[in-house]
């Protein structure tokens, strides 16, 4: 139910952009379109930040660190989240994880490596 697959990431020079993906392949629509989703990152030995969410009417909320450089976006009908990144700095380097909240539960990706060289 909760299968979360990201793409995207990957090595930028400081200045570039990244477009982070996130499928949830194995929800039912429905459930998807109710789901509040969004990203967090995680470098090592670092707590794990939010970094930005989507709900189900499409309201978004952002960690000040990435306001006006991020945008996160829902498209329905692939089942997708996206996380645009632009002027991309040497701190956005970490892991980043989609997750879903849906029906009570959180649901976690694997994890994407963003690493923005300077």
């Known amino acids: 139910q909760g299968q979360l697959v990201e793409s995207g990431g990957g090595l930028v020079q400081a200045g570039g952009s990244l477009r982070l993906a996130c499928k949830a392949s194995?929800?039912?629509?429905?459930?998807?379109?109710?789901?509040?989703m969004g990203w967090y990152r995680q470098g090592l030995g670092n707590k794990r930040e939010l970094v930005a969410a989507?709900?189900?009417?499409?309201?978004?909320n952002y960690v000040d660190s990435v306001k006006g450089r991020f945008t996160i976006s829902k498209d329905n009908t692939k089942k997708t989240i996206y996380l645009q990144m632009n002027s991309l700095k040497p701190e956005d380097t970490d892991v980043y994880f989609c997750y879903a909240d849906s029906l009570g539960e959180r649901y976690w990706g694997q994890g994407i490596q963003v690493t923005v060289a300077s």
């Open positions: 194995r929800m039912i629509l429905s459930t998807f379109t109710g789901s509040t």
């Open positions: 989507i709900g189900p009417g499409r309201t978004t």
